[in-house]
């Protein structure tokens, strides 16, 4: 039952924290951070103490802070009032985020604390946003590849209960420290919480080949035709001569492919699990294209046999869908060292391994965790990358997701990745 008393008094502990966090008042903030989360959510704005610390930043609390879209200092510097707001919220925040504040709860407007400083222009807040995804991100995902570690202990341990118990232990002091965050689990291409874009269920779906997309058969856009510049670039940084090497993982509308064909390859190979893109691509001649190897299957099933033969590369192309960042960061980690060429590549200076970047591309600050996360993983994995920003025109203006069950790009840069082996 209810119990009218506690809610009253749990709403003015909330309503406390969420003021403290506002007013960017840290001795208050802590003191109530020692009996209360800080991730309290006040229950019509939906703001945490993160959004309110942000918020308070904005230009209703401080009317000269933002003019017409624009913030002081591109007019000319900010002020002496302005820059102390900030440095309260960033010590705030830091507070927060200290103790646990989640970096990616939504409000009421469906906007995390990162969406609102992105929003306000309050560029140092913003990037205190990102940095706490990337840490929590990182975190989980150490989190569960330690649990897999775990996992496959105990099943070899015979006394595996006790195992499981410190992990447990150890799992939960982590937790705290990644703020207790859900793991985003992005997709290539993702509709997240749509089953019909896990990897098996979209390889069982009916395709719809458009002139301009191709659609699985909940609507869903697996590729389409606006990204053509964003293949284009990829070929002219992957395969810059003509007779490579090169390898594609995932044909789609062949766009990539097409380009990559324009490149004369001494060698093509294309990987594609979807049966019904493999008829498309056979009645268009593709089988009977110069160079062109078709592999039908997933490429986890297919590539170690690949590297099994010695097959190399100059330039890999890697662009799938209904798959979670974990399988790219699979595919780049465990395989790419066994089909890209150190030595090929254009005069020899050395293979490239290139991606479609598109997880997180329906919200900017995921992007840009993402991209951070990316990179790490890519270095860790043994690559340099570079980074081209290219401008997405607005795709709304253009109709383009009409008759698309749900966007998966809304931002106005693609930040398109090369890779080479470091050294
Ligand atoms: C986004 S499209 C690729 C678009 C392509 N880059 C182009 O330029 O048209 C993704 C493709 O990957 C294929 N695919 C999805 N999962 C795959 C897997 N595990 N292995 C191989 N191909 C896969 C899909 O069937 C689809 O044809």
């Known amino acids: 039952m209810d119990d009218p008393a506690f809610d009253t008094e749990t709403d003015l502990q909330t309503q406390s924290i969420l003021l403290a966090a506002a007013n960017h008042d840290t001795t208050a903030l802590r003191n109530l951070l020692r009996n209360s989360s800080a991730n309290v959510q006040d229950t019509e704005t939906g703001f945490t103490p993160l959004h309110a610390a942000i918020a308070a930043c904005g230009p209703d609390q401080n009317d000269t802070n933002k003019v017409n879209g624009h913030t002081n200092e591109d007019a000319g510097g900010a002020t002496e009032e302005q820059e102390q707001n900030i440095d309260g919220a960033i010590r705030t925040m830091k507070l927060l985020f200290e103790n646990g504040a989640i970096w990616n709860d939504l409000d009421s407007n469906g906007e995390t604390p990162g969406c609102i400083a992105h929003r306000l222009g309050l560029k140092e807040l913003y990037e205190l946003c990102v940095d706490a995804g990337v840490r929590a991100e990182m975190l989980l995902s150490r989190m569960e590849e330690y649990q897999l570690l775990g996992d496959a ?7 595996g ?3 499981v118990e410190e992990t447990g232990g150890e799992e939960d002091k982590m937790e705290q420290v990644a703020g207790g965050v859900e793991t985003l689990d992005l997709c290539q291409e993702d509709a997240q919480g749509d089953e019909s874009t896990e990897n098996p269920k979209y390889l069982a779906s009916n395709l719809t080949f458009n002139r301009n997309r191709l ?7 697996v590729m389409m035709e606006w990204e053509t510049t964003l293949m284009r670039t990829s070929t002219e940084l992957l395969v810059p001569k003509v007779g490579l090497r090169v390898l594609n993982v995932g044909h789609g509308m062949g766009i990539i492919d097409g380009i990559f064909q324009d490149k004369k390859p001494e060698a093509h190979h294309i990987i594609e699990a979807h049966p019904a893109v493999v008829n498309h ?7 009977k294209k110069p160079g062109v190897v078709i592999h039908e299957g997933r490429w986890q099933d297919i590539v170690p046999g690949l590297i099994e033969k010695g097959e190399l590369f100059d330039a890999i192309y890697f662009d799938t869908f209904a798959e979670e960042y974990k399988a790219l960061r699979e595919f780049f980690t465990e395989y790419v060292i066994g089909l890209l060429d150190p030595a090929g590549g254009s005069n020899g200076e050395g293979g490239k391994f290139g991606f479609f970047n598109g997880m997180g591309a329906d919200r900017q600050i995921v992007y840009d965790v993402y991209n951070k996360i990316v990179e790490f993983d890519l270095f860790e994995a043994g690559f340099d990358t570079e980074w081209k920003t290219i401008p997405v025109p607005n795709l709304d203006e253009q109709g383009e997701w009409e008759g698309v069950r749900r966007k998966y790009w809304v931002l106005d840069e693609y930040k398109l990745p090369t890779c080479t082996f470091i050294g």
């Open 215 to 221: 659609l699985d058969d909940a609507g869903n856009a």
């Open 161 to 163: 209960e006790d195992e």
């Open 281 to 287: 691509m056979k009645e268009q001649g593709w089988d």
């Open 153 to 159: 202990d105990s099943d070899e341990d015979e006394d």
